[in-house]
């Protein structure tokens, strides 16, 4: 299973309302403090990055920037046959054989159809995540 890496999309800031899972309350108080933020600043804002915690990462349709599917965030574990197959890609004692890895999420995905399921509505399925100050930190992409 290559992976590869891209350049980001440019991402849009979306509303709750454009994503179709439930908010924590921090996700909540982010919009809280977007919506704070009067009208005429907010029309001269052309982009926000918000750092995410090393391993959170999202499923989205790279043509758009929208969430396919809930986030995973960095303290998630996955399945123990995420595990088992992430132990047959990666190195003997690898991080990324790691039950909250990045690559345990994609896999967990993987296996619950929603890459699939996305790539034959015709979208553009990727994955965005937070690297690891080792890496580097900020934002990747990837595709399978």
């Known amino acids: 299973m290559p992976l ?5 999309p440019r991402l849009a800031v979306l509303p709750p ?10 996700r909540s ?7 704070a933020v009067p009208q005429a600043q907010r029309q001269r804002v052309a982009s926000l990055a918000i750092d995410g915690t090393s391993a959170t990462t999202m499923l989205i349709n790279a043509a758009t920037g929208r969430c396919l599917a809930p986030p995973k965030m960095y303290n998630e574990a996955q399945s123990a046959a995420a595990v088992a197959r992430a132990e047959q ?12 890895s990045t690559l345990c999420k994609v896999l967990e995905w993987d296996a619950a159809g929603a890459w699939q ?12 995540h937070q690297a690891g100050k080792r ?4 934002w990747a ?3 399978l």
């Open 135 to 138: 890496g580097g930190g900020g």
């Open 17 to 26: 309302s454009s994503c179709s899972f439930q908010h924590p309350p921090s």
């Open 29 to 35: 108080a982010l919009w809280q403090l977007l919506d």
């Open 4 to 8: 590869c890496a891209l350049p980001l």
């Open 141 to 143: 992409r990837g595709c």
């Open 89 to 100: 890609l990666a190195p003997e004692g690898h991080t990324a054989t790691a039950a909250t």
């Open 117 to 128: 399921a996305a790539a034959e509505s015709g979208l553009d399925p990727a994955f965005v």
